[in-house]
């Protein structure tokens, strides 16, 4: 094995810690929400700081394979789309803190009312499942999931997209639950990006392998199927 094999090796082999620890920081975010789990949320919210750790560290192991072997074709690929999954990660791992501190503000548990009505739950856990099969596909090199994956962003862009209005109805019958609402909001906003930043990690793993860039082309092309749903179902 030549020395660029083994320090790409190492680099993934990084990039895959940060990852595992930024999946849990995600799901012990979902449990701390639905549990009203302080410990946990303060837990994620402490974990952050290995997560920047590791952020710089990749970020510089990527600048010296860059300056010292000077790689080409398919290993310059993989670099580069290791510089854009580890600052997604970082992203992501920053949304799970920012729910946490959302759960740490609460005194007790969300409304289950407003959770079923809202499919936060049903979103967070889409999510996840984006954010473990966006890594499954990394390890297998498995360009057809993450393409898989594109697609699936579209479930959450759909619940984002009405839960204001749900949880603005809601709040009209129920003003005293305001300060809980909007938090949810804020919540199932973050989700939304969780799934952007799954949907931008699938989109290196596609450039990694294929030697393809679809990133606005995925994205234009969803949007333009979810506005022509959108307006079929408004007429």
């Not at 790409?8 to 920081?25: A, F, I, P």
């Not at 809202?118 to 984006?130: F, N």
């Not at 862009?157 to 019958?173: G, Q």
């Not at 990006?193 to 990690?201: C, H, K, L, S």
Request: glycine share 4%; with cysteine; charged share 30%.
């Amino acid at each position: 094995m030549s020395h660029i094999d083994i320090e790409l090796d190492t680099l993934r082999g990084k990039l895959m810690e940060m990852w595992d620890l930024v999946e849990y920081q995600l799901q012990s975010g979902r449990e701390a929400m639905l549990n009203a789990d302080h410990d946990l949320a303060r837990k994620v919210v402490k974990l952050g700081k290995k997560v920047n750790n590791y952020d710089v560290k990749i970020d510089r192991m990527c600048e010296n394979l860059l300056a010292l072997y000077t790689p080409v074709a398919v290993d310059l690929r993989l670099v580069l789309a290791t510089l854009k999954i580890n600052a997604n990660l970082e992203r992501i791992g920053d949304t799970a803190e920012g729910i946490s501190m959302y759960v740490q503000n609460r005194v007790g548990t969300y409304n289950p009312e407003m959770l079923d009505i809202t499919r936060a739950v049903i979103m967070y856990d889409e999510a996840l499942a984006m954010f473990h099969d966006c890594r499954l596909a990394y390890i297998a090199n498995d360009t057809d999931q993450a393409r898989a994956i594109l697609k699936r962003d579209k479930m959450l862009n759909k619940i984002y997209r009405k839960s204001e209005d749900i949880i603005a109805h809601y709040l009209r019958n129920n003003p005293a639950s305001i300060e809980e609402g909007l938090a949810l909001l804020s919540i199932i906003k973050k989700l939304e990006r969780v799934g952007d930043q799954v949907t931008n990690i699938s989109e290196e793993i596609i450039f990694y392998q294929d030697a393809k860039v679809v990133k606005h082309k995925s994205k234009k092309k969803n949007k333009d199927k979810e506005d022509r749903s959108d307006d079929m179902q408004s007429q």
